[in-house]
């Protein structure tokens, strides 16, 4: 067996041995398919914490080495910020707050990221939330998939690529750690804004006969707000995880367990994207206006009308309790044939969105049409409408409840591989991988304390009801999401083993059953805001006065609670290879065909139309991605230059408004192309380099479709949409496409001067367009006065920004504790102000209320002792000789 050795943990956590088994895939059969032939006669390793596995597709691997010298409880999309084609911003310098998450382009959408091969991407949406990750600690490395995935992965839209999280190995020796964390922002106006974080870890060693040994660990982080007077991060993790080896050829049975809880406010940012002046004075700041009731603290209006107390966007809480157990197994047949098995069940419950003015009163209209008057509770035009006087006022006027949209899933996975090897030099897998989703939606209203605060973040458990002791919901959906997935790959190695060919098919079967218990009114909007929600006992009478009708090109009235099926499937086939020119020089090529599917969102606007009707139907996007590169690999050089196309039909792109509603935009066909180059270089013991950068051209082959072109707006006074035949359409055609920077470059140095070791790293993110017709605020003629100019926000340009990190670390072995340390990190050195995170849309208006930005993070610092507590090693090493083991 040819395995390339891997780091199995931190070697500045605990003693650790090196496994003989890679883990450079997603899946158990994965890693053990590419781990054994694909590395061959090759001398390379990790330098500077890099890998560039010898394998058909673009992958780079971060390994625990350089995962441990971040910030302790960082963000994995943070850590892997260094992997070219990757582009993340922060929204906090701690990495329990989210961000901006893209992979040559592609939002978070179209990534697929897992752990330990079971897919974390949303089942609705597939968005990756990157503020509920593992602790870093647990992470033995981090694998890189650039715009392509593995044939088995269970994933609905990974066109972007595939971030893979594997977890430790347990180890052999007896041990626990404990580390704890402090940290504080220092910029000009910050303030005292805290961070307060302790991690914890046992390692039982092995503990029977069998060689069975487990880890065990908890988190819990704390801090404040990093922007506004008001909001604060709560967070506690728990994680397990129990191996079983068998035998001595690599098989093996692991168990393990995860569970997060965040507690986090929304925040980053007051301003609209207009508002950005490139000024850092702005950025910390108080909530809210007290002359409106608002600001903090702050007392609920007792009357029947409502005030601002509690309103402010900084309030709003974005709570998750999300959990998984997984299963990971290989086992041994024959001599030749493996059969590998991973398995897990998540669950998810979460919810995000701010607060409302309710209606005490019922709801009633009028439709002209038929003279009929409806009158009952509800939830209509994106109000609440109850019925009853809830604040005990005796008047039936508005009050301010809480109002998040809410998300409660159940997810079952499976992936089996059968592994055969024909002989030595050539194999063959067929695998077989289940992802079933149950994706429950709804929006229930919670009630305020008199300070503004929810009584509960989750109103789901305990919702206000109406008159009729009905839950009133502001939408109300029940999704499956299934997919069965046949898949089979051959990989073989030629000419003395010089040529690696991989030749793999896949054929995913995608079903989106859809259940949508609220009235469909329209086509467009965020979650909720296109539906009529009527409680179970007024469908009836809202229908009869709202009846549904169609004349085949515009819908009228409300469309019938329903349900709908749909499938999506395809063949999708991979090629690829790799040639040895020389022992350290390899020349790599691979084609992927991709299939991205709607998101449920999209599926459920389509409800205005009749099921039958073309209108009604959602295209999933398809792509034909390249790569050609080369990689040069010794023991001090791991070095790639990777050129890559990818051609899309129905590019499919989503916006999220400022609760983190999804709406997608079919941009039709769209060209992308670029260059991801690196290099790491670790000339002596002492010192390691790294160097990175990529380069990203989006191209938008045709103008895109609009309600309208309105002479006044700003869009038409900028030139960016006309009309054509009664038509309007968009000026996207040419156009690059929204959040996608054309350069990215950074690297890292790093020096060890005895128990010193100093890092440096700076990444530059190029400049970026919030819409698809790459608007920008500019002066143009008066309408009225063309002598003189009015300033319009038809979209806007960020600027391109750098940011420089610091991580020191002083080693304590020459105390005699060879594993313990003291690191000091600084981020962001030189307190850079920039635009992060950002909505984005088709055309959306810098100015709009919903063009929000996020602050990128500012300068912080934090210290994080990490001892190794006990060590059974360490502890019997020294012992009487009559001491029992």
């Known amino acids: 067996m040819k395995f390339r050795h891997t780091l199995a943990a931190s070697c500045a956590l605990i003693p650790v041995a090196l496994l003989s088994t890679p883990a450079f895939a997603q899946s158990t059969g994965s890693s053990d398919f590419d781990g054994e032939i694909v590395v061959t006669g090759t001398t390379s390793r990790d330098v500077a914490g890099i890998i560039i596995p010898e394998t058909p597709k673009a992958k780079v691997v971060v390994d625990s080495e350089l995962i441990q010298r971040q910030r302790p409880g960082q963000s994995i999309n943070e850590i892997i910020n260094l992997v070219p084609g990757v582009s993340f911003t922060n929204n906090d310098p701690w990495g329990s707050s989210g961000g901006n998450f893209t992979i040559r382009g592609f939002d978070s959408s179209r990534i697929s990221q897992t752990f330990d091969g079971i897919p974390l991407n949303d089942s609705g949406n597939y968005a990756i939330y990157t503020n509920q990750q593992v602790d870093p600690e647990l992470v033995k490395e981090i694998n890189v998939n650039l715009g392509s995935t593995d044939v088995d992965s269970p994933t609905a839209a990974a066109v972007g690529g595939t971030v893979n999280i594997n977890t430790l190995v347990p180890t052999d020796e007896l041990s626990a750690m404990v580390s704890a964390s402090y940290g504080n922002i220092l910029s000009d106006g910050a303030g005292d804004r805290p961070y307060y974080r302790v991690f914890g870890l046992i390692q039982t060693g092995e503990f029977t006969p069998w060689g069975t040994k487990a880890w065990f660990s908890a988190s819990t982080t704390r801090n404040d707000a990093a922007f506004a007077n008001y909001g604060k991060v709560r967070k506690q993790q728990y994680n397990g995880k129990i191996y079983q080896p068998i035998g001595d050829n690599g098989d093996f049975i692991a168990i393990a367990g995860h ?434 950068g990529s380069y990203l051209k989006s191209k938008i082959e045709r103008d895109a479709v609009t309600s309208g072109c309105a002479a006044a707006s700003d869009i038409a006074r900028a030139n960016l949409c006309y009309l054509e035949d009664g038509v309007a359409y968009l000026r996207t055609a040419g156009k690059r496409e929204r959040n996608a920077p054309e350069w990215l470059l950074g690297g890292r140095a790093q020096g060890n001067l005895g128990d010193f070791t100093l890092g440096v790293q700076a990444k530059y993110t190029g400049s970026r367009f919030m819409n698809d017709i790459n608007g920008v605020v500019q002066a143009v003629p008066k309408l009225d006065d063309p002598t003189k100019t009015d300033l319009i926000a038809p979209g806007a340009k960020f600027k391109g920004y750098t940011v420089v990190d610091l991580d020191i670390r002083y080693s304590l072995a020459s105390a005699g504790l060879e594993h313990s340390y003291v690191q000091l990190n600084v981020s962001n050195l030189f307190d850079k102000f920039y635009v992060g995170s950002f909505s984005g849309s088709l055309d959306g208006l810098a100015s709009a209320s919903g063009a929000f930005v996020n602050f990128g993070s500012p300068r912080a610092i934090s210290a994080q002792p990490r001892p190794l507590v006990w060590a059974y090693e360490n502890a019997t090493r020294h012992a009487s000789p009559s001491a029992s083991r």
């Open 259 to 692: 569970y997060n809880e965040n507690r986090n406010n929304f925040g980053g940012s007051p301003l609209r994207a207009n508002a950005i002046t490139g000024e850092k004075d702005g950025r910390f700041y108080e909530i809210g206006d007290p002359t409106k009731g608002g600001g903090f603290p702050c007392s609920l209006s007792e009357t029947s009308t409502v005030n601002n107390c509690g309103t402010e966007f900084e309030r709003r809480y974005n709570p998750s309790n999300t959990g998984n157990v997984r299963w990971q197994s290989r086992f041994t047949l024959t001599d030749r044939l493996t059969l590998s098995f991973d398995g897990a069940w998540q669950t998810v419950k979460a919810n995000g969105g701010g607060t409302t003015d309710a209606f005490e009163s019922e709801f009633t209209k009028l439709n002209p049409a038929n003279g009929l008057t409806f009158t009952g509770t509800g939830n209509y035009g994106g109000k609440f409408y109850f019925g009853r006087d809830l604040n005990g006022d005796g008047v039936l006027g508005k009050v301010t409840l809480l109002s998040p949209s809410q998300t409660n899933t159940n997810r079952w996975v499976a992936i089996a591989n059968l592994v055969y090897d024909i002989n030595d030099t050539n194999r063959v897998r067929l695998s077989y991988s289940y992802d079933r989703a149950r994706h429950r939606q709804t929006g229930a209203a919670g009630f305020l304390f008199p300070n503004g605060e929810p009584t509960d973040v989750f109103p789901i458990n305990d919702p206000v009801l109406d008159v009729n002791g009905n839950v009133l919901q502001k939408r109300d959906r029940l999704s499956f999401a299934t997919l069965h997935q046949v898949a089979g790959e051959y990989r073989g190695e030629f000419f003395e083993e010089k040529l690696i060919v991989q030749l793999g098919l896949r054929a995913p079967f995608f079903k989106r059953d859809l259940n949508n218990y609220c009235f469909t009114s329209s086509t467009g909007g965020s979650s909720g805001a296109f539906v009529e929600c009527a409680p179970a006992d007024q469908i009836a009478d809202y229908q009869e006065v709202f009846p549904y009708a169609y004349n085949g090109t515009k819908p009228s009235g409300a469309a019938l609670p329903q349900s709908r099926t749909l499938k999506y499937d395809k063949l999708l086939p991979n090629v690829g290879a790799v040639y040895k020119i020389t022992p350290d020089l390899s020349f790599a090529a691979s084609y992927t065909k991709n299939l991205s599917v709607p998101s449920t969102d999209s599926l459920y606007s389509a409800f205005f139309f009749p099921a039958d009707d073309i209108s009604s139907e959602r295209t999933a996007e398809t792509s034909d991605s390249f790569d050609v590169g080369f990689r040069y690999q010794t023991s001090k050089v791991q070095a790639a230059l990777t050129g890559w196309y990818s051609k899309y039909s129905n590019r499919l792109v989503t916006s999220y408004d400022i609760d983190g509603n999804g709406t997608d935009t079919n941009l039709g066909p769209v060209e992308k192309y670029g260059i991801d180059a690196s290099i790491a270089y670790q000339p002596i013991k002492e010192i390691s380099l790294y160097v990175f």
